[in-house]
Structure formats: structure tokens, C-alpha cells
């Protein structure tokens, strides 16, 4: 999450973290807790029409618990039927199946999700960042260079080098 954020901010992005927590996420980092984040929206009271675009962060525990959110879901699959751009790495393409929105898009993942996104009609390739009507996908942190600059891109960002 923090990487690609603060490439957002860097390019002249406003950016808010949105949770079901009021108060604080905490990420991984790796097998250990990584930092603490405040979110700056509670998802209650976030609302598709108030962003230009959406980037769902990697992360098992983060999903899992985001995918058992109708709230969540809803909130996601909005941006879709907005036609607004969307970003994942790595498991954040998860909820886009609960969202139902994968059948016949190509996208990649980590690999662990490849088979959940295949069941969910997607068709998942091997390659660090993937493009695909407004949707960009990522595997793992070792594709950030190729997922920021092609995010950046997607949504009509201007690029500061």
C-alpha cells in the first residue's frame, strides 16, 4: 500500500486510506506486523463519486477481511460501474471476484489466486503488470516499478521524474 500511495502523492494524487477500521490499519511487512496507517475515510462513509480511481492493496489478512464486507464489495464494484480506473497487486484482485467483475478480463495476480480468478472467469497471465479497461494488475512487489508507472499512467496522472 505505502509504496504505491506515496507515487500517487507524488504525482499529484490526493489520496485517502478507506476502512472498515475507524481508526488504524497495520499491513505486513513480509512475516511481521508492518506499520500503522490512520485511514482517513471509514468506509461507511465513502462513496465511489467522491474519487477518480481506486487502489486495492495486496495483502492475505487485508483481503480476506475486506471480501466478507458487503460494504466493501459495493464500494468496489462501483468504481466498475462508474467506469473508473482500478489498481490491485498482488491478493487485492481478490474482492474484484466477489465484486463480480472478472468474467473475460485479463488480469495477473499473486499466483496463489491465479485458480480463484480462472474459477471467476478471468483469464490470469504471468507478466509484472497487465492492463486491461481501466483495470491494472500486478503480481508481487517485485512488479512496483511496472504497476506505479503504468497506475500513474491509467489514471491520467502527470508523471514527475
Not at 500500500?1 to 478507506?18: E, S
Not at 498482488?90 to 495476480?109: K, N, W, Y
Not at 480468478?117 to 503488470?129: F, K, R, T, Y
Not at 491494472?136 to 499512467?153: E, G, I, N, P, Q
Request: proline residues 4%; hydrophobic residues 40%; charged residues 20%.
Amino acid at each position: 500500500m505505502t509504496c504505491p500511495r506515496k507515487v500517487l502523492n507524488q504525482n499529484g494524487a490526493t489520496t485517502h486510506v478507506i476502512s472498515p477500521n475507524k481508526d488504524s490499519v497495520r499491513g505486513w511487512n513480509h512475516l511481521d506486523w508492518g506499520e500503522k496507517h490512520k485511514v482517513d475515510v471509514p468506509l461507511d462513509l465513502a462513496r465511489a463519486e467522491y474519487y477518480d480511481a481506486l487502489l486495492l492493496p495486496g495483502g492475505v489478512l487485508g483481503m480476506d477481511a475486506l471480501r466478507i464486507s458487503h460494504k466493501a464489495i459495493e464500494f468496489v464494484k462501483s468504481f466498475f460501474m462508474a467506469h473508473k480506473p482500478v489498481a490491485a497487486i498482488c491478493h487485492g484482485p481478490q474482492i474484484l471476484i466477489d465484486a463480480d467483475v472478472v468474467l473475460g478480463r485479463t488480469l495477473t495476480s499473486y499466483v496463489a489466486i491465479k485458480h480463484d480468478l480462472e474459477n471467476a472467469g478471468a483469464i490470469w497471465i504471468d507478466q509484472d503488470v497487465v492492463t486491461n479497461n481501466g483495470l491494472v494488475t500486478s503480481r508481487t512487489t517485485d512488479d512496483l516499478s511496472a504497476f506505479t508507472t503504468t497506475m500513474v499512467k491509467e489514471f491520467n496522472l502527470e508523471i514527475h521524474q
